[in-house]
């Protein structure tokens, strides 16, 4: 007799009894509105780094108390949108969430009959058995 | 058809619990009226047997065995005469599987070894 644990193997290779998780695909908008949200970002902080060794420079130099202040201000606008694009990745799963939850798992759009096996069978049966067959009686 | 944990039969996801409501697709509504109509279609594509070199395959009936099956479906006794080793048991095992699942209010007895060889059938079902 083979062993049953070598069955259950074959039968888990044969009928797989897990779903392949759906993949989601975000709506194209939300996509491109978030790589170009990410790309501006990026964009911002590229530029500030160049605007802030600058600055930095200048209030050295100058040694100028308000020259200090612009240059703490825009530290302080850097450290925000280093912070708005770490959010940006919150958004986008939050929106990727509202996705998955818009198409439940296994639902099938187009069924035919809903209900357990016992009814559906009941129900052929029916099906079958209430065949009408016409007797011409005239004969 | 992968089953979800509260609704397999006793923890087995390949066996669905009594009552469990499932929506039909139309493929699936035809698949299962023919397999309820045919129990040779159903034999051919759903049972598993045991191979002794090959492991576990399909039930691929011989015409011999078809004729058994269209004998039990249209009589109500059936004698066979066949030789050994091929593969009556199995045959009457599979028709009887397949009453059991398709035939409702039906009671069926058998030996012990043929329920034996009835469940394992059962478990590989999908």
Known sequence: MVDKKKMME????????????????????????????????????????????????LASESEHPRAYEVLSGMLKNMADVTDKLMDLQKKKKELTKE???????????????????????????????????????DK | MSIQTNDSYLGNPNVKRDGVEHRFTAEEFEEYNRCMVDPKYFARKYLKVIHLDKGLVDFDLY????????????????IVLACRQSGKSISSVAYLLWYALFKPYKQLQSWRTRVQQLGRCWVGLP
């Not at chain 1, 975000?26 to 590229?46: E, Q, T, V």
């Open chain 2, 63 to 78: 015409p011999y065995q078809e004729k058994m099956f269209d004998h039990f479906n249209d009589n109500r006794f059936s």
């Open chain 1, 10 to 57: 074959s039968l888990s290779k044969n009928l797989p009894a897990e779903k392949k998780p759906q993949q989601v695909v975000l709506n194209k908008d939300i996509k491109d509105d978030y790589d170009y949200s990410r790309d501006k970002y990026k964009g911002i902080l590229d530029r500030g780094e160049e605007a802030l060794d600058g600055m930095m420079q």
């Open chain 1, 99 to 137: 996705e998955e939850k818009q198409i439940p798992p296994g639902l099938t759009q187009n069924n035919v009959f809903v209900g357990s096996t016992t009814d559906l069978q009941r129900m052929l049966l029916d099906n079958n058995k209430s065949e009408v067959i016409d007797v011409n009686t």
